[in-house]
């Protein structure tokens, strides 16, 4: 079922510290099972198109499920909470999401449908909130990052939307109307709120005084981390 995985340190291991951790927040093994078997397929095919050391081994890329490396986890532990939120089971979404919180420090709302190329390195206290995403999409982050809403003229929330490369380096925060196409680079502590459309750049500074600026060959080969 999980061919062409490598589980670390191995397979039994593995399974028995998820066993440990479900036990922390009230559920057994055998109930959620059948939900961990199926976010684990989905894991895979998400960490065999990262390029990431971190996430595949091998020149056969495997994916690579350690009980010890806490991004991987973070992505396993969202895609587990939101395949209990797609079956109705919200009472263990609910328990998965505050695991996940609670041992990684990153929130990762399982209503939000994150594409399949989605990854991270010290997500440390990051906060991926309602951003819309499209099939083809990609997102990659780092520590202290934030996509989250601003209040529109009417009142309303509005969330940035997604359909391209989003690259987030470390503390930067993205709110409201941002429409990301192409490759979009935020560049370390970048604040941006409501600057509509972007396309194929690397942002700097805070808003409303910030910097963007066209991409190289070299930086547009250097952020190419999915298949």
């Not at 969202?78 to 328990?95: H, M």
């Not at 819309?132 to 309303?156: M, V």
């Not at 997604?162 to 370390?188: E, M, P, R």
């Not at 194929?200 to 409303?208: K, L, M, Q, R, T």
Request: proline share 3%; aromatic share 12%.
């Amino acid at each position: 079922m999980l061919s062409n995985s490598e589980f670390l340190p191995s397979k039994k291991e593995f399974f028995e510290f998820l066993k440990i951790r479900f036990a922390s927040v009230g559920i057994d093994f055998n109930e959620i099972e059948q939900y961990l078997l199926a976010s684990l397929q989905i894991s895979k095919k998400r960490f065999q198109l990262n390029r990431s050391k971190y996430f595949t081994s091998g020149d056969e890329r495997r994916a690579q499920f350690s009980a010890t490396h806490y991004s991987s986890h973070a992505l396993l532990l969202y895609q587990l909470s939101r395949e209990c939120f797609l079956k109705g089971r919200i009472d263990l979404a609910e328990k998965i999401y505050f695991l996940n919180i609670s041992t990684t420090a990153t929130d990762l709302f399982y209503e939000v449908d994150l594409p399949l190329r989605t990854g991270c390195e010290h997500p440390l206290g990051s906060v991926i909130g309602r951003a819309q995403f499209t099939e083809s999409s990609s997102l990659y982050f780092y520590q202290q990052c934030t996509l989250g809403s601003n209040l529109n003229s009417i009142g309303k929330e509005v969330y940035p939307s997604v359909d391209g490369s989003l690259f987030l380096y470390s503390k930067t925060t993205l709110v409201g109307d941002i429409k990301i196409s192409g490759l979009v680079i935020a560049a370390h502590a970048t604040y941006m709120k409501d600057v509509g459309a972007l396309n194929d750049c690397i942002v700097f500074g805070e808003y409303p005084d910030l910097v963007v600026k066209p991409l190289t060959k070299q930086i547009i080969a250097n952020h190419s981390l999915f298949n």
